[in-house]
Structure formats: C-alpha cells, structure tokens
C-alpha cells in the first residue's frame, strides 16, 4: 500500500523555467510533508517542509504547496538551475506512525543548459 | 560540525553470511532511523529509536533483521542470513527529536551474491 505517491519518473526542464514536482498522499493523518534532494552516492539532503496547518511555504526559489482536500503537494523551483538536477522525494510524517517517515518513490529532475 | 557517517560505504557478501552496517549520528540527536532503498524504489521505513523509548520496530521486513542503539548515540544494524533480495543502499538519518527534519548519512550499498 503505497501511502505516499510521486507518479513522475523524471522530468525535464530548461533552465530558468520552473520546474513543479507533484506528491499525492493517501493518509490524512498525515500531519506533516517535506521534501528531499537525493544526488547519486550521497544521501537525502532536507529542502523545505510544511506543517498541514499551511497551504505554502517559501525558502527562496523553492516553494511547496500543501492541498489537504486533494491530499497533494507539489514542490515548485523557479528559476531552475543545472545543480537542481537530482532525485527529489517527497515524505510525509505524524499521525499514529510519529517520527518516521513515509516516503514517494522519487522523480527524477534534469535541467538543461 | 560533522553530519552522519555509516560504515563500511560498500559491502559485498554472500548469501547466506550475517553482515552488520554501523551509523554514527550527529551528536545531541535524540532519534535515530534506518532505511533502505532498492533499486528505483523510494526509501523504505526499517526502524526507529527516540531516545530510551522502545524502538519502532514497525518496518523491519523479517526477523532477519535487528538494530540496536548503544549509549543512546551509534547504532548497528544486522541482516542475518543474508538473501540477494536484501541487495538495496542502507541509509541512516538523526534528528533532534521525533517531527524534526532527518539528517541523512551518506548510506551504506549492500549487494548480496
């Protein structure tokens, strides 16, 4: 059962352009979602997260929209760079299961010069 | 300040043989978790410790496997008989307490012959 879903594989971007990761989750005790950044041979690096008492949080060019009635997050970077390109996972924590986290299957981003 | 680190980075053994993964996480964290990735999979919940409560042993897919966390920091974790199905990268993350971000470690790659 697969409680946290990314249904993108990959996804290609020109630079400057903004790139838009998406995130469905099917738990509504859910209480909490981040995001992660995943290069080849290195572990998960944290980007942003959300409490589900916001619908938005900003850090710069990352942005993560929380929509709790379609139970959907998205991850948007803009303007996208190069160095962007990587694996990012989505994740999403609380409820009964406290403290560990539920993750996507990741979707792989490749900017282009 | 150092981050998390997991030893060995690459272990190759045979099915069959016991293998033991080691993470040191950063120092002051509370929790520790573990995970394990397959190949073009997400990460996948094994287990987690927070502080001197019992460990959320939730994700463990056989009793085959067992971590332990020594003086509330390192943490090992054991495969016992080794199967190629339990091929995938290993990785280790802290935080300072349950809900808090995790801080993910480099990983460690297993692959079982």
């Known amino acids: 059962d697969q409680q946290v879903k990314q249904n993108s594989p990959s996804l290609s971007v020109q630079e400057g352009r903004i790139s838009i990761l998406n995130c469905d989750y099917t738990?509504?005790?859910?209480?909490?979602f981040l995001w992660y950044k995943k290069y080849p041979a290195e572990g998960p690096t944290f980007l942003i997260s959300i409490s589900s008492i916001k619908d938005k949080n900003e850090d710069g060019r990352f942005t993560v929209f929380l929509n709790k009635s379609a139970k959907h997050l998205s991850l948007h970077i803009v303007p996208s760079q190069p160095g962007d390109s990587a694996v990012y996972f989505c994740?999403?924590?609380?409820?009964?299961?406290?403290?560990?986290?539920?993750f996507g299957q990741g979707t792989i981003l490749t900017v282009h010069p | 300040g150092a981050g998390v680190s997991q030893s060995p980075s690459n272990k190759v053994t045979e099915k069959g043989k016991d293998v033991e993964l080691r993470c040191d996480p950063i120092?002051?964290?509370?929790?520790l978790y573990w995970y394990r990735q397959s190949l073009g999979q997400g990460l996948e919940f094994l287990i987690y410790?927070?502080?001197?409560?019992?460990?959320?042993k939730s994700g463990l897919p056989s009793d085959r496997f067992s971590a332990e966390r020594t003086g509330g920091s390192v943490s090992t974790l054991t495969i016992q008989r080794t199967q190629q199905e339990d091929s995938a990268v290993y990785l280790c993350?802290?935080?300072?307490?349950?809900?808090?971000?995790?801080?993910f470690g480099p990983g460690t790659r297993l692959t079982v012959l």
């Open positions: 410790f927070q502080g001197n409560s019992a460990p959320d």
């Open positions: 993350a802290s935080s300072p307490g349950a809900g808090n971000e995790q801080f």
């Open positions: 738990n509504s005790m859910f209480d909490y």
């Open positions: 994740a999403a924590g609380g409820g009964t299961s406290y403290g560990k986290l539920t």
């Open positions: 120092s002051g964290h509370t929790a």
